[in-house]
């Protein structure tokens, strides 16, 4: 028997000691309609989401914080410090100057004096424009700044910085492989708390989550829900997967709680966004698997590997060359 556990409350303690709720809201909105963010957020605080994923590159934290200030506002009960919040800079802004500026602007944008959980969005550094817009070549992609996406050291060492002085209180990656991982690790004063990477049972991305835990590294999975985008190969699609929907019709479920049930069993923060009221509220009403569903879902998982988030072609840059997609 599958069964409804508030695991909605679970948290997790990073690396230095902060608390990170493990279930948080996606604040991306995909068609970036005036309203929807604010609507969506001021949702998602009234079911009880306690965790907003948001990010510089968005565009849409001044809604975020409008939200979040109006919800404290009529909410007795809650205060800033009840609600996590992660947000990320850009790839113009590593230079170390515009690390701050960035979380600085977010701050301001959000209206909070500081972020729980700081990351640097993707490991590549991209040329910027006096106006702090991405500097594009000739080919329509970002110019690479190929001193700080060798070396990210200056731009690590800016993040510490921003902890040291209580702007950030954990630091951490997003989209960061194993070698750059590494790579980090060898000369980070601060670990990363957290890498939050696309993790879904068409990309369960087992060898980097488990790596992750044994560095000390919190995964955090965006896209847990898939995409409605196909696999190339086959033309099929993680929601209409004929595996995954049998676990949901005898476990009485949706797909995208069975889906998020999934993520937190595996152990790691899972960040699922929607702008349907309905769906909002649903995505929080998480069942626990059971053993035989967990394996099933197990089973859709084993041998894949379906990567649907790869910017290559905005930034330039493929992060995963040559990568095979199983």
Sequence with gaps: MTTLTPVFTRTYTLNNGVAIPAVGFGTFAN?????????AVTKALEVGYRHLDCAWFY????????????????????????????????????????VRWSLEDS???????????????????AERNPDRTPRIGADGKYVTDRALTDNPEPTWRAMEAL??????????????????????????RI????????????????????????????????????????????GETVRENKGLK????????????VLIAWGLRR?????????????????????GLNGEDF?????????????????KDTFGYDLWPGEAQI
């Design 59 to 98: 565009d849409n934290e001044d809604e975020v914080g409008d939200a979040l200030h109006d919800f404290l506002s009529k909410t007795p009960s809650a205060s800033r410090q009840d609600v996590f919040i992660c947000t990320k800079v850009w790839n113009q802004l590593h230079a170390p100057a515009d």
């Design 107 to 125: 701050c301001a944008k959000l209206r909070v004096n500081y972020i729980d959980l700081f990351l640097v969005h993707w490991p590549i550094a």
């Design 31 to 39: 068609d970036g309609a005036k309203g929807e963010t604010y609507r």
């Design 246 to 257: 049998e676990v949901a019709r005898r476990s009485g479920h949706s797909l995208a709680q």
């Design 191 to 234: 670990p990363p708390a957290v890498n939050q990477v696309e993790i879904h049972p068409f990309l369960p991305n087992t060898e980097l989550v488990d790596f992750c835990f044994a560095k000390g590294i919190m995964p955090a999975a965006y896209s847990p829900l898939g995409s409605q985008s196909q696999v190339p190969s086959t």
């Design 163 to 188: 902890v040291d002085e209580g702007k950030a209180r954990a630091i951490g990656v997003s989209n960061w492989t194993i070698p750059r991982l590494e790579q980090l690790l060898g000369f980070a």
């Design 267 to 287: 152990g790691y923060v899972v960040l699922p966004k929607s702008s349907t009221p309905e769906r909002i509220e649903s995505n929080f009403r998480i069942p």
């Design 295 to 311: 394996a099933a879902v197990e089973e859709v998982a084993k041998g894949r590997h379906v990567r649907f988030v790869n910017m």
